[in-house]
């Protein structure tokens, strides 16, 4: 057996309108201080009140939710017992109001447990889960995964349940126009990420493979437009379909190597996790090639509908690696671990570590190639120097 | 050849992992035992429990037990007959056989995430072993 989750979409202009038409009396909403700050509640609240919805707001979440804001907020949702939990901001925001509406219908668990081994069915006791993103990156509004932080380990949990799909995805162009350039770049890595990975994926199928290849070809195409002028709508709202489709297929099919290295990066040095999966995308996908036939049919069926017809399967993924270093270049991301500004010392101190967590991700076993602790050791420095992968 | 789900084949599976490298490595650290349950379904007729007791990258016993009261296992795994079988001859991921539900896992999930490489080598072991399915 095989499955596909998806939420009901809205998306484009006034797609906010769609609260209008929603059913319940309270929502909870999950965000951060930053997005309060920007104002990017009130077109949703304001729509809340037209529709005679009560709402409370929890602010807490940070940059890779931890466990404890987690708790707390599960501790609040308990309180207020509303029948919508509403997640707005970036992937950690949503990611928290998922994890949070599951400590609504199971406030006995730790968030450690929030996952597949458990059941919740929090939409038979009447609750619902929305998700409005203000970044293009992640695409959790179309996802089941819940990434949170364990601080005592330095370590990025994968949990979630395909139960916490959202109900709703909401893609407000208007809620995405503000977006730093920075966070435009950072994010904007991540739909080019995981829609190649979820293509190339050794879970992936002919269902997951439609939203991957399109996300990419967009993500290509519009990522250097919106980060040049933040307010080219046609660019935004490009981008914002494109990371909603990653998402989407990525959760159905699986992430793969960039993600686990990535995730093994910024686990214990705190970077962006758009910027840290998008630096190790060329890397893993050379180390890829080099491995796998399959994929490398794959990779090149990417390039080839990106415009990217360069000759042979090989000639045509090595174009479509290349462009991705011309594309993050562009848009000032680094192309090296040297380049975040992270000591050679501390790297190699922590290399143990780095091949640990990357060996331990479910993305790294879903890759089309799957390395061991020898392979993964070399790739971090290759990596680390901007060396491209010739193993 | 052993036929699936017989202490002739938990012998061989035993065998398997304790000459795997790989899983060796990968499961240095872990320290916990199992019961692999096969539930009824198929040619199965009745609830089968096999006991796998892993430890620091060794496999120290595996058997068919038919009382299952006598170990208390940290960690089980349950799924039909026809899962396993897909599970041990790599058709179907065992991680993905839990999300779609197929399969259901009791323990510490927090432990059980950190030794995804582990999980893997140990499919990888099934694999080497000539089995005799009951279909
Ligand atoms: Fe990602």
Known sequence: M????????????????????????????????NIVKLGLLKPVTDKLNATNIKWEIFDEVEAEPSLD????????????????????????????????????ARPELEPEALSVLEDFNFRDKGKKLMAIPTTSGTGSEASWAIVLSDTKD??????????????????????VMGMPPQVTADTGMDVICQAIEAYISSWGTSITAGPALIATRLALQYLPRAYKDGKDVDARKEMMNAAMMGGLSG??????????????????????????????????????????????????????????????DKECAKA???????????????????????????????????????????????????????????????????????? | MAKFFTQEWCDLYKEAINNSAAYEEAAKTWEGDFYFITEPGGPIKEKGYMYVDLWHGKCRGCEVVTDPDKYKPAFTLAAPYAIWKQISTKKLDSTKALITKQSKLTGDMAKVMRYTKAANELTNCTMTIQTEWLD
């Open chain 1, 2 to 33: 095989e499955n596909f989750s998806c939420p009901f979409i809205a998306y484009g202009d006034n797609a906010l309108d769609y609260l209008a038409q929603i059913k319940g009396k309270k929502a909870f909403i999950v965000t951060d201080k």
């Open chain 1, 69 to 104: 804001t987690i708790k707390k907020g599960g501790i609040a949702v308990g309180k207020y017992q509303p029948d919508w939990v509403i997640g707005i901001g970036g992937g950690s925001c949503m990611d928290a109001a998922k994890a949070i509406i599951l400590l609504l």
């Open chain 1, 154 to 175: 330095n370590r990025k949990l994968g949990l979630g349940t395909p139960e916490v799909m959202p109900d709703v995805a909401i893609l407000d162009p208007v809620m």
């Open chain 1, 251 to 312: 959760c159905n099919s699986m992430f793969g190597l960039a993600h686990g290295t990535g995730h093994a990066l910024g686990g214990i040095f705190h970077m962006p996790h758009g910027r840290t999966v998008g630096l190790f995308l060329p890397y893993t996908l050379e180390y890829i090639i080099n491995g796998s036939e399959e994929a490398l049919v794959k990779i090149a069926e990417i390039a080839r509908y990106c415009g990217l017809n360069a000759g042979s």
């Open chain 1, 320 to 391: 479509l690696i290349a462009r991705i270093r011309t594309l993050a270049k562009e848009i000032k991301q680094p192309l090296s671990v040297k380049e975040c500004g992270i000591d050679k010392a501390q790297w190699e101190k922590e290399m143990e570590g780095l091949v640990n967590r990357a060996l331990n991700e479910v993305m790294t076993m879903t890759a089309p190639r799957v390395p061991g602790t020898e392979d993964l050791e070399k790739l971090f420095r290759y990596a680390y120097d901007g060396k491209s992968i010739d193993f």
